[in-house]
């Protein structure tokens, strides 16, 4: 019980329940941020749980939201819901256009969601220049970068501060798993 109780006051880093840390996840999380070139990356049980931890744990009420208005249409849905319900204001805009990021800006702007391709319609964003007018303005940088996957696209060296996954599609490929990723 020494080594359960040393554990316990280490659970954030400690193998003491699977859904925090598992020695095999561990290993899988570590790949992912060295394809990604990411400092870590934390496993999900699948991309929208990982989409949804992030927005979650990057957002609060009263702040303000600058989503691409082509990305994965669930995640779209999250952050109706959040405008809805818990006071986090959201603006849509068309990603291939960065003068309509610098535009959508509030006082209040925490975060920029983006989607590069998009879902459905393969719309592209100019990450680099996206991402430098977010830096400029203590904005942070969350992609879904499930349809590129780090083979062809790795957001983290074009400036993005965090790449989120649905290993269920692309990254994994074979519709045998299902789980996500933020890096
Ligand atoms: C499927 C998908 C998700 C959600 O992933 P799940 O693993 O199904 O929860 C997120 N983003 C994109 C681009 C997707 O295609």
Redesign the pocket.
């Known amino acids: 019980h020494e080594a359960f109780d040393a554990a316990m006051k280490d659970v954030l880093h400690a193998t003491v329940y699977s859904r925090g840390n598992n020695p095999t996840v561990a290993y899988l999380e570590q790949k992912i941020a060295a394809l990604e070139g990411g400092e870590s990356a934390r496993c999900f049980a ?3 749980a990982a ?1 949804s931890g992030t927005i979650f744990a990057l957002v609060k009420a009263g702040d303000h939201v600058v989503c691409v208005d082509q990305a ?1 249409g ?2 779209r849905e999250l952050l109706g819901d959040l405008e809805e319900r818990y006071q986090v204001a959201v603006t849509y805009v068309d990603g291939t256009d960065t003068d309509a990021f610098a535009a959508a800006i509030r006082p209040n702007t925490k975060l920029f969601y983006l ?1 590069s391709p998009t ?1 459905g319609l393969f719309e592209l964003q100019d990450l680099r220049a996206v991402t430098a007018l977010a830096r400029s303005r203590g904005i942070l940088t969350a992609i ?1 970068n ?2 590129a996957t780090p083979y062809f696209q790795r957001p983290l060296a074009m400036g993005c501060d965090l790449v989120l996954h ?1 290993l ?2 692309y990254f994994s490929g074979h519709s045998d798993c ?3 990723v933020v890096v």
């Open positions: 699948s991309g929208m989409i994965y669930p995640a989607e879902s879904d499930s349809w649905s269920t599609k299902l789980g996500g």
